[in-house]
């Protein structure tokens, strides 16, 4: 492909996740991106972001990647991803698509080959890898300031409108169309980020609940996971979209020379104790010194969506692959696929017997007759 100065981007999608982007890099222009065109099949959202950002907008989905953009980001519900990054990867337009990668292991496996077959960039707009604080735990943790990591907890509660659960015609949080519930809608943002952290997974128990009586078609809106990572930490992940609070984000992680503490409703999100002879404070609990960008819900989002949009740019313009690469995206699926089929199966469930479960039977297949595996806890509640 030739080379080029500056990457043009086009959206397709023009829900809420769209303004995460778009408002990100208002805040801070970058001369190496600037968005340009923008394809919804809803005329309304279309115009309005598009007449909001001074986007072409397209009502032809052909068109749109015959234009002048180099690269597109790709906001729509999850079962469309796979289908979408083949027809834009075939166009010649590098892919950020938004998580998680895709529903099952096969679209994933789709997605890799038609990108790699194009010769095309693409990454998975995981936010998590890319939060300021993400990113300075990662380095504290290279660095062995915490030392080995043997035990970890993290939570994320969004809460959403109840009609997003309770209206079946909405795709999010549905079998079909968005790949279950939180353990696939938020889950797998917890999950990119531990494995970042912590390696490989060995084995997963999951619990899914729904707090509200929601339609045969949606998937757990509550949710608990124990992981354990081959390095021997045990981990737990709280997930909810019922809990009435501002979105938030939180991780423990407690290792044998110190302690990590984040939580994204801090003004400064972490807190550090480390034996550690190089660490700021030893011995102590402290704060970085050093600034990190960092703003309660939603400037987290934008942060992040900003720092991932650059990131990528920049591949393309220095032609090098990703850091995190599809492959990394799709293991966190492949976890969050783990956790559906130890709920399925009522007992901790191995990556070997999961990967044995995806050869036989493919992983469309696990959550197939999920509906009774989910706890019904709203028939014991009193909203």
Known sequence: MDAIEQVKFGI??????????????????????????AYDINDRNLNRVSKRNKLTAFTDFDKFLQSDIDAVLLLVPHFLHA???????????HVLCEKPM????????RMIEATKKAGVKFMIAENHRFLPAHQYIKQILDKGFIGDIFLARTYEGAYCDPQEF??????HFTFDKGGGGVVMDQGVHKVAMLNW????????QC?????LKSPPNKGED????LLRYKSGAVVSISLSSTTVHPLNNSTELQGTKGTIYEDHSWENPLKIFSSHSEAEKKGEFYSP????????YPQYYTISARYEDRYFAECILKDREPEFTPEQAKEAVAVVLLSYLSAKNGKITTMDEFRNFAKQKGTDKILKDFLPVIQNNYKNLNW
């Not at 010194?289 to 703003?295: L, V």
């Open 222 to 225: 509550t949710a608990i996971i």
């Open 289 to 296: 010194s050093i600034p990190i960008e960092h703003g309660a």
């Open 197 to 204: 952290f912590l390696g490989k997974v060995e084995s997963a």
């Open 207 to 211: 619990w899914c609940s729904k707090t």
């Open 102 to 109: 895709a529903c099952t292991l096969e679209e994933c496996d």
């Open 83 to 93: 289908e979408l990054t083949e027809k834009i990867a075939e166009a010649g337009k």
């Open 166 to 171: 309770l209206d079946p015609e909405f795709w």
């Open 12 to 37: 397709i999608g023009c829900g809420n996740a769209s303004s995460y982007h778009t408002l990100g890099i208002k805040k801070d222009p970058n001369p190496n991106i600037k968005f340009i065109a």
